[in-house]
């Protein structure tokens, strides 16, 4: 009777449907600068930081031409040796000046681009969640030019996609409202994205 069951319990076995593979991992591509170039919205934020950028560049440009004009003074053959001596100084201590108007405009910029781009964070962390969680990911891969080396092969279209919906969604809620910081309390972000770059020093 036992040799008859475990046959039984054998052929069973051989006739049930194999079990199906675990489902392979569900993933998409996130491209943030893909997001600034196609979303209406994330181009003002980067706008709205070049503005920035441009006003503390064009302030610097005003004391370099102050010191320029201020070394050409002392080309000047009428110039007694007092006035020149002063002139000196005051050429070295704007030069100081400036230096420090450097570092310090570097600083505002820094600033100001951490909490334009932080509000950024905020709204788009969101959106990447729920469309995630809408198709059932499991993994989000942030695409920048920094980390472009990880990936051998990309289906452009394929991993752009994902960011268009993005864009598309992140528009659309946030149609016809400022860029700007908001003064709410900050919320953590789900994904950190792509900063836009600093302007140059001169």
């Known amino acids: 009777m036992r040799r008859i069951l475990t046959l039984a319990t054998i052929a069973t076995l051989a006739s049930a449907p194999v079990l199906a593979q675990e489902a392979a991992p569900r993933f998409a591509i996130f491209a943030p600068d893909q997001l600034f170039k196609t979303s209406a919205r994330a181009k003002k934020v980067v706008e709205q930081l070049d503005g920035i950028g441009k006003g503390l560049q064009e302030k610097l440009l005003a004391k370099q031409k102050e010191l320029e004009k201020m070394s050409e003074q002392l080309k000047s ?12 100084r005051d050429l070295q ?9 450097q570092e310090d405009s570097q600083k505002e910029f820094g600033k ?6 932080g509000q950024f964070q905020q709204e788009v962390g969101p959106i990447v969640e729920e469309v995630s969680r809408e198709r059932k990911l499991q993994v989000v891969f942030q695409y920048t030019r920094q980390n472009a080396g990880m990936f051998a092969f990309t289906d452009e279209r394929w991993a752009v996609e994902f960011t268009d919906e993005i864009a598309k969604r992140y528009d ?26 600093a302007p140059k020093k001169n």
């Open 93 to 101: 201590d704007g030069d100081v000046a400036f230096k420090r108007a």
């Open 77 to 88: 053959p009428g110039l007694s040796d007092e006035g020149r001596a002063k002139l000196q």
């Open 172 to 197: 659309a809620k946030f149609e016809g409202k400022s860029a700007a910081p908001s003064s709410e309390a900050p919320k953590p972000a789900a994904k950190p994205a792509a900063k836009p770059a």
């Open 112 to 117: 100001e681009s951490d909490k334009i781009y």
